[in-house]
């Protein structure tokens, strides 16, 4: 008996990339700069007891739920659960800034991703433009939001979700609406 010989290719492990979109803001419209950090004691910025610095995290913390809850409840209309989002601190690599800036992290949970935040990193003036006419947009649904009239700070019928219970303390509607306004 013989036996064939059966040549195999090689297989390589194939890259896994997971895209990741940062928003931050660097000034507003009127030149007022939105870098209030004062890092000159070493301590984190997100930890300090300071009152403006505590309005501040939860400013960011609910814009990062309203973007959250816009694109999966309305413009993707997909699974909470399949875009993370996390707030931190990053200095921007592109220009040579060294104080850290306040920033939205977001990415896609599944390996490879699901290419929410490529779509969103490629059409990302198209789904945040300011134009009224427009539907899907983020200030539409802010509109939304606020015509409402449903809570004081977050609710459940706004930002407030069961996956977001361990921070609830720290949304207020209208302080993430108005850092994505300014």
């Given amino acids: 008996e013989q036996c064939e010989r059966i040549t195999v ?4 492990p194939m890259q896994k990339l997971t895209n990741v979109i940062q928003i931050r803001k660097n000034e507003d419209s009127q030149n007022i700069s939105t870098d209030y950090l004062n890092l000159g004691d070493n301590s984190h910025p997100l930890f300090r007891r300071n009152r ?3 309005s501040r995290k939860a400013a960011w913390i609910s814009a990062s739920e309203i973007i959250h809850s816009f694109l999966t409840n309305q413009y993707f209309n997909c699974d909470p659960s399949e875009i993370e989002r996390l707030i931190t601190y990053t200095t921007p690599n592109f220009l040579n800034e060294t104080i850290p800036k306040p920033t939205i992290v977001m990415s896609d949970t599944l390996e490879n991703g699901s290419g929410f935040t490529k779509y969103l990193s ?3 003036e198209k789904i945040f433009n300011i134009n009224p006419n427009e539907e ?3 200030f539409n649904y802010i509109e939304k939001l606020k015509s409402q009239y449903c809570c004081d700070s977050a609710c459940y019928k706004c930002i407030r979700t069961y996956n977001n219970r361990f921070y609830s303390d720290s949304l207020d509607l209208n302080l993430g609406i108005e ?3 300014t």
């Fill in 122 to 124: 490629n059409n990302f």
């Fill in 179 to 181: 850092l994505i306004n």
């Fill in 52 to 54: 403006i610095i505590q």
């Fill in 136 to 138: 899907d947009t983020i």
């Fill in 9 to 12: 290719p090689e297989i390589l």
